[in-house]
């Protein structure tokens, strides 16, 4: 048999692979903070795991030659329902960092939340990608000036929703931090606090950048309440996600606060060890805001396309990703964050014609059931 391509055992073909070459590629204090979970990471291996307890029922003998995936999410047509999620710290991986996920993002007509630690201004990461359909996440500060400054600029730079992370309170408890991990200084800069009206900010850059990241620590360690959602749905007009929810009370709360949509997320297992995997507790979050016109959204170990096929059966509009784009990024540019997107899109898509499903709307609640219903039956 004569093949016209070399085999290449080292080609980047899944999200694993480009796990594995992000820990050769970056130095390895760098690439363990990207890991790091809190406590024994309980939480971040079951993500990944739990989606392995779900298992496919698929529908044969189907019409799949034709497959359509695109969507809206919040009403912005999106490509396919694979987004990003915010991840502090990008640079590390990619001198542009910010910017260069918002040009993969545009690229491939997705969304991109940028993390409130973002070492790019709001308005420079816009103007990188000027089509791309970007949100914003933060947190409710202690200080209200300094989370309005970040909603105004946000909204001045066209980005189109807001993002609450409500599930960091206090910072998780991560081991990397207490083993010291510093990355340069000159990364430090969390421009985006840069409010040049706010006193205690500007003393903050006048003592330098570390004292900056020291305040905006300051800062998460807050006490706001539903209260802080309310006051936000005052201050901006902008559709309000908030991210961290687990159960189906606290999305019941969310409703009543007034958010347009929900991320069921786990921090990606940095905030609080012990929580259920996100697929696990989606279905929870699904059933209790039926009806409410609020959707719903999962993050936390989706790796591959069954893993978005099952979130989205079990009722997900949409997924995002968090370390996967880092990897990209870590990798190649913005190339690799592509490639990790179209990676995922693509096995989804295959998932799809084998599930017998030929778009969104036919991916059923019953084309997935939990592992444990077959092994009852035994
Ligand atoms: C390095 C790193 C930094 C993160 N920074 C933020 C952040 O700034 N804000 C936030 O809401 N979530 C942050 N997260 C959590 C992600 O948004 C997301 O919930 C999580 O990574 C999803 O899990 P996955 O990494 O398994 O895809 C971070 C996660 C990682 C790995």
Redesign the pocket.
Known sequence: MTTTKEFDDTALVCIQDYENRAKEVLPPPVFN??MDYADEGQTMKD??NAFKRYRLRPRVLRDVSNRQFSTTVLGHPVSFPICI?????QRFADIEGDKTTARAAETLNTIMIV???AFFTFEDISLAAPNAMLWF?IHLFKDQKVTRFYVKQAERAGFKAVVV?ID?PVLGNKRSMKRGFVAPREEYRLVNLYDPNNPEVRSAIANGDIALWDYWWEQMVNSETWEGIHWLRNITKLPIVV?GVLTGDSAREAVQAGVDAILV?A??G?QLDGVPATIDALPEVVKAVKDSGVEVYM????RQGTDVFKALALGARAV?????I?WGLANDGENGVKKVLEIVRDEFSVTMALAGCSKLDDIKASMVIHESQYLSKL
Do not use: E, N
């Open positions: 903070w990207y993500c990944k999620s915010p991840t502090a710290g993390s409130s630690s996440q992370t960091s991210k997320s921090h990606g940095r993050d936390g170990g989706v995002f990703l968090g370390r996967p880092i």
